[in-house]
């Protein structure tokens, strides 16, 4: 071990007890807190990692005092940031809460696992839902016709949600990449749904990106990649 690497490590010391807890093995030693994310770890990171701990804890009072809630959110690690959002929800206007619920649902990775809590989240009633949209997506929704054509690329142990695309390359791409991760069969499923029953177009991730309960989707084809039109 360098120099540099020893001091910023400092002394070994015993783990905050609140990080125990969040040590786990699989393949390796981890440690998962919702404020810390550490892989690999080892006992010769624990100074470091208390160090950092200390670091977020003050840094998310200070964001909780002077009303930040964004970098509320941003400081917990990315698959907590959907419950770091439900903690301060109750804190935020209409124009906040949407704002910030779409960040939360564009840097999401975990989409399916908070399935049921985001639906809850999309559902709320709070005014200025407009605001879950840029003021450039919004002019896209407006030019989409009255019945707009949505795809989802998924499997079929299980769909994706709320989540569709105007794209059929991208479902397509998305039903690929599941099937691959879930050793399951990949489909797309294709429908339609009135434009007033959207909640919001989404580009920023260059998806075009249809969110919208699937309540509202009339399906009218499910079909497997690379079968025949």
């Not at 908070?114 to 709070?126: A, D, G, T």
């Not at 920023?204 to 079909?223: A, F, H, L, M, Q």
């Amino acid at each position: 071990m360098n120099q540099e690497l020893a001091d910023m490590l400092g002394q070994p010391e015993e783990l905050h007890p609140d990080l125990q807890e969040c040590v786990s093995e699989d393949h390796f030693v981890m440690l998962r807190h919702r404020l810390l994310y550490m892989v690999p770890f080892s006992d010769a990171l624990s100074g470091y990692a208390n160090k950092l701990y200390a670091q977020k804890l003050e840094l998310l009072a200070k964001a909780e005092a002077i009303g930040d809630f964004h970098t509320y959110v941003w400081l917990h690690e990315r698959p907590y940031r959907v419950d770091a959002f439900c903690d301060i929800m109750h804190l935020l206007n209409g124009q906040e809460y949407w704002e910030l619920l779409a960040s939360v649902w564009m840097d999401s990775e975990n989409i399916r696992e908070n399935f049921e809590v985001l639906e809850i989240l999309l559902r709320n009633p709070k005014p200025d839902r407009e605001y879950f949209m840029t003021p450039e997506d919004r002019e896209v929704l407006a030019s989409l016709p009255d019945t707009v054509t949505v795809y989802q690329g998924h499997t079929l142990d299980r769909d994706d949600g709320w989540s569709w695309t105007t794209d059929e390359a991208t479902a397509v791409w998305f039903a690929r990449r599941f099937g691959m991760l879930e050793d399951a069969t990949p489909v797309v499923s294709v429908g339609f749904v009135p434009k007033p029953a959207i909640t919001a177009y989404l580009g920023g991730r260059n998806e075009s990106e249809i969110v919208v309960d699937p309540d509202e989707v009339t399906i009218t084809r499910v079909y497997a990649p690379g079968e025949p039109s």
